[in-house]
């Protein structure tokens, strides 16, 4: 449920800032020179018409720039009062080719000190080629791909989003300790598919509580029917299927599963696109019954701990929608950015990536104790949410109440503030550095 933000609390997180925007004009003649921050967002965004989108990736790659956008607002001022003029630099990326030329662009005239972005199929890859030649940090808010942070990994690749391992064994350990313990795997048939099978094999076996594998199948990337692979998993008896395929493909698997009678539960792999509010509606609309109740997400919009019921009131008020996953990675990615510059107090990426991948730099992210990036492999090691979808909801569209309702935080993975070495408890999901190709 949201609850409205209350006076007090929007004059502890945004208040200030309006109040300081208004002193602004009449201060800057008094004001010090300010230093330039300049930050480069590359994102896929709405183009034109509002009914006009440049890819389904839309959707999350605009989440991601009003994510970057509520940051500039709220940070801004702060930077300010620090001597820093701080601007963020658009770019609309809707496929990897625009990437590259949005990512060259904003180096070569935009003067940037540091890339945010990654939304979107090989749009990660490019621009943290880009960046890593301009020898400049990119924050990666859109990818999971484990091969970013193995083999294809670089020394100024720092990264928000989860990996692949991450969101698995968060999967695996919560509907372990939920009784099921008999599972099948549905990959793609793929090089990636085959790795991300290989890796919920170990993530049973290290998070499953004494779980068992019981039969996998491979499928083709849209294929129109599953028949002959619904009937191998029902022949294997499974407790749970992982479901390990593209958003668009986990609605045509599970659907037809439905359809066949397998009356059992599917967990899905999260994508930026699955954990969106829009994507929860439609999969609940073509899958009444078999629409997976409980998934893990980035972030949740009804958090009320640690903050985040701020954050996400907050950027409730300014966009009349909720805070997606995104949106959440794009502002903290451009926070922990002025962050790292404000402590180190200058733009040369040296210092700031010995300062980001330092083991005692923990940030702030409304996610509780302990968040800091791994200095194997720079993923940021941090909890992830189990969120329970409102089945029973009427969705609609136009109505914010709809949105923020659909579905609701239920668990953190790991539970971070129940005690003990939070670092410890985070580094059992994800890879760690025995198990890490990267070579920084």
Not at 308 to 333: C, I, K, S
Not at 335 to 353: W, Y
Request: hydrophobic share 40%; net charge negative.
């Amino acid at each position: 449920m949201w609850f409205p933000m209350t006076r007090r609390k929007f004059l502890a997180w945004g208040g200030a800032a309006v109040s300081a925007s208004l002193l602004h004009s009449v201060a800057h003649s008094q004001a010090p020179e300010l230093k330039p921050l300049r930050i480069g967002v590359a994102v896929p965004a709405q183009s034109g018409q509002l009914a006009m989108r440049a890819s389904i990736t839309d959707y999350v790659g605009q989440a991601g720039r009003m994510g970057a956008i509520f940051a500039e607002s709220q940070i801004g001022e702060l930077a300010y009062e620090g001597g820093w003029d701080l601007k963020i630099l658009h770019a609309n990326t809707p496929s990897p080719e625009a990437a590259l030329r949005a990512g060259e662009r904003l180096i070569e005239r935009g003067d940037i000190c540091a890339l945010v972005g990654g939304i979107g199929e090989g749009q990660a890859e490019v621009l943290s080629e880009i960046a890593e030649k301009a020898r400049i940090p990119f924050f990666n808010v859109g990818s999971s791909l484990d091969a970013l942070r193995h083999a294809r990994c670089s020394r100024y690749t720092f990264h928000i989003e989860a990996s692949e391992a991450m969101y698995l064994d968060a999967m695996v350990a919560w509907y372990a300790s939920h009784g099921l313990r008999r599972w099948s795997v549905i990959h793609e048939d793929s090089d990636h598919g085959r790795a991300l099978h290989a890796r919920s094999l170990r993530s049973i076996g290290t998070h499953g509580l004494g779980s068992e594998i019981v039969g996998a199948v491979s499928v083709f990337k849209e294929q129109p029917n599953y028949r002959n692979e619904i009937n191998a998993i029902r022949s294997f008896s499974p407790d749970v299927v992982l479901v390990l395929a593209s958003e668009i493909d986990q609605i045509s698997i599970i659907g037809q599963m439905e359809g066949a009678g397998l009356d059992v539960p599917a967990v899905t792999l999260p994508t930026t696109i699955s954990q969106t509010r829009d994507y929860l509606s439609a999969v609940r609309k073509y899958l009444p019954a078999t629409n997976p109740r409980n998934r893990v997400a980035l972030w949740e919009t009804t958090l009320q701990s640690d903050g985040g019921d701020v954050f996400n009131e907050t950027f409730l008020m300014r966009f009349g929608q909720p805070a997606d996953p995104t949106a959440w990675a794009a502002y903290h990615a451009i926070k922990m950015i002025f962050e790292s510059v404000e402590a180190t107090g200058t733009l040369n990426s040296s210092e700031l990536i010995a300062y980001l991948e330092n083991p005692s730099t923990v940030f702030e992210v409304s996610k509780g104790t302990g968040v800091s990036f791994r200095p194997w492999d720079h993923q940021l090691r941090q909890p992830l949410y189990v969120i329970e979808v409102d089945q029973e909801l009427v969705w609609v569209r136009a109505d914010i109440t709809t949105h923020v309702g659909l579905a609701r935080f239920a668990a953190m993975v790991p539970n971070v503030d129940s005690g003990g070495d939070a670092l410890a408890r985070l580094d059992q999901f994800g890879d760690g550095p025995e198990d890490s190709l990267c070579r920084l």
